[in-house]
Nanobody, 115 residues
Framework: QVQLEESGGDLVQPGGSLRLSCAASISFFSIRAMGWYRQTPGKQRDLVAGITSGGNTNYADSVRGRFTISRDNAKNTLYLQMNSLKPEDTAVYYC?????????WGQGTQVTVSS
């Protein structure tokens, strides 16, 4: 069964914006710390933004000030607002708990930043 399903990825020009969504059907979503991760070919999957159950957030240096993570516990949904996108943000984006639980990896959503 699908437990975490990412959506919202697209092709966007540099400087543009996207909003990613993660629909969660995992148990106890509202009390779990969650994160957005990204991966490019040949590289490891890295955390770009995290949010605790209480709403405290943290960001990778490369995205701080441009990306905003948020959650709607009533809808069991995690979001990532991405602004001022750069070509180096091109990657497949995934959501998962933080720290990750490998069984929760979904298919991810492709974000491509290119002119």
């Amino acid at each position: 069964q699908v437990q975490l399903e990412e959506s919202g990825g697209d092709l966007v020009q540099p400087g543009g914006s996207l909003r990613l969504s993660c629909a969660a059907s995992i148990s106890f979503f509202s009390i779990r710390a969650m994160g957005w991760y990204r991966q490019t070919p040949g590289k490891q999957r890295d955390l770009v933004a995290g949010i605790t159950s209480g709403g405290n957030t943290n960001y990778a240096d490369s995205v701080r000030g441009r990306f905003t993570i948020s959650r709607d516990n009533a809808k069991n949904t995690l979001y990532l607002q991405m602004n001022s996108l750069k070509p180096e943000d091109t990657a497949v984006y995934y959501c998962n708990t933080n720290p990750v639980l490998p069984r929760y990896w979904g298919q991810g959503t492709q974000v491509t930043v290119s002119s």
